[in-house]
């Protein structure tokens, strides 16, 4: 049965997240933190048995009627339970259906790439390589760390487990060591000008389903850009 996303209370939210070991950033008093934006309290529904929650925080952009959505290190959700489509899609469909019956077409979803062009392919990987086992193994406590869990929910649980510790006690080059190529292939794009534009056909797949639209690139130069916007034409 698909997901459905719905309201949420404040004291069903806290337990949830409470109860799920989630980021604080998803507790619903960081909306009083971030008085400047507004907020809502939602929560996915596997019939009627709340099996996740998320803390949106929306902000308008200047002098244009769109808004930012931002789920800060959210939604908590078993990510080992549901594919990411599971979970997002039925948040955007939900949205859409709010303002004036849009689809999920009307939505603009763009997911952070980094990108490392050269004829070297292990070496492009490998200068990736310390930023994810930052995030992978130090951004949060060992059971608190959202980018921890989604590497997990990808496949990669054995090496999530192992870049974490290895991080948390102080051995953060065995950390990045731990990263595996096939991880850095599979959310990056890396290596020849050749290579980046055959990998970039799967994303475009993808935004063909509209699972992404824009791509936010890190690391990019000149030449790296000029190659994903010739393989994007």
Do not use: C, F, M, Q
């Given at each position: 049965m698909p997901l459905r996303?719905?309201?949420v209370s404040v004291a069903d939210h806290l337990a949830f997240v409470t109860r799920s070991s989630g980021s604080f950033l998803q507790a619903p008093s960081w909306a009083g933190v971030k008085a400047e934006w507004g907020h809502e309290r939602l929560g996915w529904y596997?019939?009627?048995r709340l099996v996740g929650a998320g803390l949106v925080l929306l902000r308008q952009t200047p002098r244009v009627k769109r808004y930012l959505a931002y789920l800060p290190e959210g939604p908590v959700i078993d990510?080992?339970?549901?594919?990411?489509?599971d979970v997002t899609e039925p948040l955007?469909?939900?949205?859409?259906?709010r303002a004036d019956g849009r689809s999920l077409a009307d939505f603009d979803v763009a997911p952070y790439v980094r990108i490392c062009m050269g004829a070297d392919l292990q070496a492009c990987r490998d200068a990736l390589k310390p930023e994810l086992a930052l995030y992978i193994g130090g951004m949060g406590a060992r059971t608190k760390n959202f980018y921890n869990d989604f590497t997990k929910h990808l496949g990669y649980e054995g090496a999530a487990a192992k870049i974490q510790d290895?991080?948390?006690?102080?051995?953060?080059?065995?950390?990045?060591a731990a990263v595996p190529d096939a991880l850095v292939?599979?959310?990056?794009?890396?290596?020849?000008?050749?290579?980046?534009?055959d990998r970039l056909q799967a994303w475009k797949a993808a935004a063909e389903r509209n699972e992404i639209g824009s791509m936010l690139l890190s690391g990019v130069?000149?030449?790296?850009l000029r190659v994903v916007a010739e393989a994007a034409a």
């Open positions: 996303v719905g309201a596997d019939g009627e990510w080992a339970a549901y594919d990411a489509a955007l469909e939900g949205i859409a259906r290895a991080y948390l006690s102080g051995r953060r080059s065995e950390a990045i292939d599979e959310t990056s794009l890396v290596g020849s000008p050749h290579r980046i534009k130069n000149v030449e790296s």
